[in-house]
């Protein structure tokens, strides 16, 4: 298949490049000329504009930050949507609002696209490896024709309704509760720290115990390495978590916990954190209790 993928962070890039590897004619968009490099380097195209994605594609992936960037690759002045034949399936793995995936959705139907509403899941390592989990919805006709691609990069491809929003829905509960993780994998390693324990000796026992999480195993790692790169940063989690909280607004639904870490993630934003990784909203409690927290080794 021709396949045009829009964004290549660290989830897109992973995409990109198992998009690749599966033999698939691959175009890559990005505005940065690193990931350009990377994915050119390995077999694939690269356009540095939406407007430039050649015609001719079957499938479009999109693996922007948000709905406005959704929107302004596709609509917008620079945008593709122009380029895209009937019956091309746009594939929107966004975190998004689902009422905003419903109404994007709309706008490349009326213009007799297929549209797939299939946000992810697996950070990094998956990204690369080609096996994310993907949370879809959309039309039959709309899987059929993109399989190949969600083979290409997802080792559990979910078909959650026919409904486009279901996914995001899906995804919303995810970033919920991950969200929530992060902040409470901080607040207990803050606390331990601060009571004197050894910050890799915690870990260690927590790992193997019922306290354990993903999110622990996985974000508490690079705060004892020290590495603040951001896999997913802070800001990630100040917008995903105000989704959620916009969302349960709309239902009357109480969020107490999602709220307080929503709080969190805002405060190490503002602390000069936002670009951070998302394990960093530790820092926060490094702020308010002065603990000492492990430095990256110096090169």
Same mark, same amino acid.
């Given at each position: 298949?021709?396949?045009?993928?829009?964004?290549?962070?660290?989830?897109?890039?992973?995409?990109?490049?198992?998009?690749?590897?599966?033999?698939?004619?691959?175009?890559?968009?990005?505005?940065?000329?690193?990931?350009?490099?990377?994915?050119?380097?390995?077999?694939?195209?690269?356009?540095?504009?939406?407007?430039?994605?050649?015609?001719?594609?079957?499938?479009?992936?999109?693996?922007?930050?948000?709905?406005?960037?959704?929107?302004?690759?596709?609509?917008?002045?620079?945008?593709?949507?122009?380029?895209?034949?009937?019956?091309?399936?746009?594939?929107?793995?966004?975190?998004?609002?689902?009422?905003?995936?419903?109404a994007l959705a709309a706008?490349?139907?009326?213009?007799?696209?297929?549209?797939?509403?299939t946000p992810v899941s697996?950070?990094?390592?998956?990204?690369?490896?080609?096996?994310?989990?993907?949370?879809?919805?959309?039309? %039959?006709? !709309?899987?059929?024709?993109? $399989?190949?691609? +969600?083979? =290409?990069?997802?080792?559990?491809?979910?078909?959650?309704? /026919? #409904?486009?929003?279901?996914?995001?829905?899906?995804?919303?509960?995810?970033?919920?509760?991950?969200?929530?993780?992060?902040?409470?994998?901080?607040?207990?390693?803050?606390?331990?720290?601060?009571?004197?324990?050894?910050?890799?000796?915690?870990?260690?026992?927590?790992?193997?115990?019922?306290?354990?999480?993903?999110?622990?195993?996985?974000?508490?790692?690079?705060?004892?390495?020290?590495?603040?790169?951001?896999?997913?940063?802070?800001?990630?989690?100040?917008?995903?978590?105000?989704?959620?909280?916009?969302?349960?607004?709309?239902?009357?639904?109480?969020? %107490?916990? !999602?709220?307080?870490?929503? $709080?969190?993630? +805002?405060? =190490?934003?503002?602390?000069?954190?936002?670009?951070?990784? /998302? #394990?960093?909203?530790?820092?926060?409690?490094?702020?308010?209790?002065?603990?000492?927290?492990?430095?990256?080794?110096?090169?």
């Open positions: 298949m021709k396949v045009g993928v829009i964004g290549l962070g660290t989830m897109g890039m992973g995409a990109a490049l198992s998009i690749v590897k599966a033999g698939h004619e691959t175009w890559g968009c990005d505005l940065r000329e690193a990931p350009r490099a990377e994915l050119a380097a390995a077999g694939g195209h690269v356009v540095g504009s939406a407007a430039d994605m050649p015609e001719g594609l079957e499938a479009l992936v999109l693996f922007v930050v948000n709905a406005a960037q959704a929107e302004d690759v596709l609509f917008g002045g620079a945008g593709c949507v122009e380029r895209l034949a009937p019956g091309t399936v746009v594939l929107g793995c966004v975190t998004m609002a689902p009422a905003a995936s419903k706008r490349l139907e009326a213009r007799g696209l297929l549209v797939l509403d697996g950070g990094l390592v998956a990204a690369r490896a080609g096996t994310m989990t993907i949370m879809g919805s959309g039309s %039959p006709a !709309a899987f059929d024709k993109a $399989q190949p691609v +969600l083979d =290409a990069f997802g080792k559990k491809i979910w078909r959650l309704g /026919d #409904a486009v929003g279901i996914g995001s829905t899906v995804k919303m509960v995810n970033q919920l509760l991950a969200g929530v993780h992060i902040a409470a994998a901080g607040e207990a390693m803050a606390l331990g720290i601060r009571a004197g324990a050894d910050p890799q000796a915690l870990y260690d026992v927590i790992t193997t115990s019922a306290g354990n999480s993903w999110m622990f195993q996985n974000r508490v790692a690079h705060i004892l390495a020290g590495d603040d790169t951001p896999l997913s940063a802070v800001n990630i989690f100040v917008k995903d978590l105000g989704i959620v909280l916009d969302q349960a607004r709309a239902l009357t639904f109480p969020l %107490p916990l !999602a709220a307080a870490a929503h $709080q969190l993630f +805002l405060a =190490a934003a503002a602390n000069g954190q936002g670009a951070c990784d /998302d #394990a960093f909203v530790i820092r926060v409690w490094q702020v308010l209790t002065g603990i000492a927290l492990p430095e990256k080794p110096a090169a």
